[in-house]
């Protein structure tokens, strides 16, 4: 019987960037991708249970390759949106996400949602800790809860047979949270581990999104760490009233029965509540710069992108940023198609960045560099990026790339439900086909019109390391 605190890994669109270990001039660098929600999150498992089924073994259960169902949605009374995909496979997974993140935590509160990913696996004011790890445990199941700077989902995941053993946990976790004073103590210990753990090119992003938008998306995705240990649950409680609410979730499942999965809806303890006002928000230019005694330099350059509002522009960024490269797609090879990896040359590793939300995005690339190196290759993707222009050959091999992503990412149900969560959230249930086809009309001058912005586009910067030779933001 195992409880286990996974931290960290990052959220949002299949059209964006989060983090693929690439390789150059021996330099690993973490670059992301995503589709609505592959993105630019941070993804974080709080709890993952593994076990094996003690009680007698059932009969076991043929499952023929039956096609998978088309998504379906319905909107419950109360304001909960259900929408699945029935893959009819053995493994099933549930999720009831809700449309907040750290962008919604208030001024001097920062890294509430941190909180709620780590007592996910607490006691909660149905099940103690230990009857949550034990039933998880028994089913062989997956408890898991993700968030990022627009989202919080828990998911849970296991076999057809064994999925509704678990749903009341998934509910609970989810519901029904206590935060107890006792055990937030004695747990605090995951925060600051999750602190200790997290990357330099992790740590460039929230940065950078520091920098670019100053309030709301720029609340980190890790707890802050003077506030370690600061917040109550009384904070923590008022967190989850003022965001939690059934008129901003979303019931999502892959692998389950749409009308099983509306039932289960209908049975959750969620109230409406009052839309919380949002801020919108705005990319704006500025530069941050943390020296430390690491050999290396990581940077990240970027100017407004695309926000998930617009899906044409969302798709012909994730195209121009194929064109300039996002690594190396294959073990050990040169990144022969991309622009970026041509200019640098082996002095570094490097991938472009597409980071998009709801209201707003970053375009521009992330570097790492060893210290004697970092300002050639910074300076050198800069012109890539103020440069950049795509031909014919190179838009083709773009979609194919970007349609590739897309459609291996839905082979992953876990991604799948967390894209469709998102979607859900958004309202915005878009097909494959859909984004397919809409790929294929984006044409060469559509791109190069976007690109040409970003030759006199005001630069945000964010770097980190040995800096004596990485160049200033107005250097670029």
Not at 164 to 187: G, H, I, M, Y
Not at 298 to 318: C, E, H, N, R
Request: charged letters at 15%.
């Amino acid at each position: 019987m195992k409880l286990i605190n996974f931290a960290t890994r990052s959220r949002l669109e299949y059209l964006s960037a989060i983090f693929l270990v690439k390789q150059s001039a021996g330099v690993g660098i973490p670059i992301q991708e995503m589709a609505s929600k592959f993105l630019s999150t941070q993804t974080v498992k709080a709890t993952r249970g593994f076990a094996v089924q003690t009680a007698a073994k059932p009969a076991a259960t043929e499952f023929s390759p039956v096609p998978r169902e088309p998504v379906k949605t319905t909107t419950l009374s109360n304001g909960i949106v259900v929408a699945s995909i029935e893959t009819n496979a053995p493994l099933s997974r549930v999720g009831i996400a809700f449309k907040a993140g750290t962008r919604n935590e208030p001024a001097g509160k920062e890294g509430l949602v941190h909180l709620l990913r780590m007592t996910s696996s607490l006691s909660n004011k149905q099940s103690t800790q230990f009857s949550l790890t034990r039933i998880i445990n028994q089913a062989g199941a997956a408890l898991t809860c993700t968030s990022g700077r627009e989202h919080v989902l828990y998911s849970v995941d296991a076999t057809r047979q064994h999925i509704d053993a678990v749903l009341s946990k998934l509910a609970d976790a989810a519901t029904q949270q206590a935060f107890k004073p006792w055990e937030l103590a004695d747990n605090m210990h995951k925060i600051k581990l999750d602190l200790a753990a997290v990357e330099p090119q992790t740590q460039v992003i929230e940065l950078l999104h520091k920098v670019a938008f100053r309030t709301g998306l720029a609340n980190s995705l890790f707890c802050p760490p003077h506030l370690v240990g600061k917040h109550t649950p009384d904070s923590l409680q008022s967190f989850v009233a003022a965001n939690l609410r059934s008129d901003n979730a979303a019931v999502v499942g892959v692998g389950i029965s749409h009308d099983r999965l509306v039932a289960y809806a209908q049975s959750l303890a969620l109230n409406p509540g009052k839309p919380v006002s949002v801020i919108p928000s705005k990319v704006n230019a500025g530069e941050v710069r943390v020296d430390t005694n690491s050999p290396l330099a990581y940077v990240a350059v970027a100017t407004a992108g695309a926000s998930l509002a617009d899906t044409k522009s969302m798709i012909t960024f994730a195209l121009l940023q194929r064109t300039l490269g996002t690594g190396i797609p294959v073990k050990y090879g040169s990144g022969a198609g991309s622009k970026l990896n041509q200019a640098l040359l082996g002095s570094g590793a490097v991938s472009a960045l597409n980071l998009n939300y709801s209201d707003a995005g970053l375009f521009g690339f992330i570097a790492a560099a060893p210290a004697a190196d970092a300002g050639k290759v910074v300076s050198a993707a800069a012109k890539v990026l103020r440069t950049a222009s795509v031909n014919d050959s190179q838009l083709s091999r773009a979609k194919a790339q970007l349609k590739a992503d897309l459609l291996m990412t839905q082979e992953n149900t876990g991604a799948l439900l967390e894209e469709l969560s998102l979607q859900t959230l958004l309202n915005r249930a878009s097909t494959s086909a859909d984004l397919l086809s809409t790929i294929d009309k984006v044409s060469a001058a559509e791109i190069n019109a976007v690109a040409s912005k970003l030759a006199s586009a005001k630069l945000v910067v964010a770097a980190m390391g040995s800096l004596s030779n990485v160049p200033f933001v107005d250097e670029l």
